[in-house]
């Protein structure tokens, strides 16, 4: 299964494999640079789909100064020369646009956040969103979205993950808000999702590729619950998304005491039985049997190759001459 293509939305991927978004902080001034893109550009023999490391999409939501950004048009040059030279290898490639939320930092700005809960090791205390501010972020997604189309890249990815603003709003831990989009309810924590979802498709039109990472556990009591998945994906599914790339929420990208391929599964297994649009499942993959194992266990439609990547540029090729 691992060499089979499969499309999201119009778009057709080459196989199963995936580089997942991974920060580098290596970002010139929130452009990618030369050796930035080198690196990228080596990793896309074999690889389906690269998913670039987070952009934040206002000056406000960046979560250190050497993050990569989609806050301005000016950036657009920088990345059409990336997204050019991952084409050529055969590989799509999508923008990861970003708020970091009460993680925010080095922008000089107040961080803000669903209700002023602190996440992550930031000095001070963010700020809880008005509902203008509110407004102001999903027009910002919007705008960092129109811009990854017009630098050449074949989809988008909201992140909603790891801790940073979207994940605030999912997780009851973050999300204390009593308004429309209160913490005490799948509904208010899913409706900022929902409409930046809407926007960005009425935005980018019909037929390009709008992804999600869903942050879909915080493993922690009193956090986002497993048995949450399915009718969160749903409302994901019906406002626009054409992907769900599962991974962990407050607790990260790992976690702790797992260390078997595809640690994630528990996840990744009610999101894909609930909604008809693919699945990425990411999380200690290291061989291109545990890839092929996860799919044909219908864990997942496409695995994330993360770690093992970053140390083998050339293991996607490798796999598929394995598999």
Same mark, same amino acid.
């Given at each position: ?25 290596? @970002?010139?001034?929130? +452009?990618?640079?030369? *050796?930035?893109? #080198?690196?990228?550009?080596?990793? /896309?023999? $074999?690889?389906? %789909? ?93 705008? @960092?979205?129109?811009? +990854?189309?017009?630098? *050449?890249?074949? #989809?988008?990815?909201?992140?909603? /993950?790891? $801790?940073?603003? %979207? ?157």
């Amino acid at each position: 299964m691992l060499k089979e293509p499969i499309r999201i939305n119009q778009l057709l991927l080459r196989n199963r494999i995936v580089m997942p978004p991974m920060a580098t902080g290596k @970002a010139d001034h929130g +452009a990618p640079d030369e *050796g930035l893109t #080198g690196y990228y550009v080596a990793r /896309a023999n $074999g690889t389906a %789909l690269i998913i670039l490391e987070h952009a934040y999409v206002s000056p406000e939501g960046m979560a250190h100064s050497t993050q990569l950004s989609l806050a301005e048009d000016s950036l657009i040059p920088a990345y059409r020369k990336l997204t050019d030279a991952v084409h050529e290898r055969g590989a799509a490639i999508f923008a990861q646009l970003n708020h970091a939320g009460a993680q925010a930092r080095d922008s000089g700005l107040p961080a803000v956040s669903p209700s002023g809960v602190p996440v992550g090791k930031r000095e001070s205390a963010p700020r809880a969103m008005t509902a203008g501010e509110i407004e102001g972020v999903k027009e910002s997604f919007v705008s @960092a979205a129109l811009r +990854a189309k017009a630098a *050449g890249f074949d #989809g988008v990815e909201i992140h909603s /993950a790891h $801790g940073y603003l %979207l994940n605030q709003f999912y997780s009851p831990l973050t999300n204390r808000r009593t308004d429309a989009y209160t913490g005490q309810t799948l509904e208010g924590r899913t409706r900022l999702h929902a409409e930046i979802l809407r926007a960005v498709r009425s935005a980018v039109g019909e037929a390009y590729p709008v992804a999600i990472r869903f942050g879909a556990s915080d493993y922690r009591e009193g956090g986002g619950r497993i048995a949450e998945i399915p009718e969160a994906c749903r409302v994901f599914a019906e406002a626009g998304a054409d992907l769900l790339d599962i991974s962990g929420g407050l607790n990260g990208f790992t976690v702790e005491g797992r260390t078997e391929p595809g640690w994630f599964s528990e996840l990744s297994v009610p999101a894909k039985n609930s909604v008809r649009i693919p699945v990425l499942l990411t999380g200690g993959v290291c061989t291109a049997e545990d890839a092929e194992r996860l799919l044909r266990e219908n864990a997942a439609d496409l695995i994330g190759v993360g770690r093992a990547m970053l140390k083998d540029a050339d293991w996607a090729a490798a796999a598929l001459r394995q598999a």
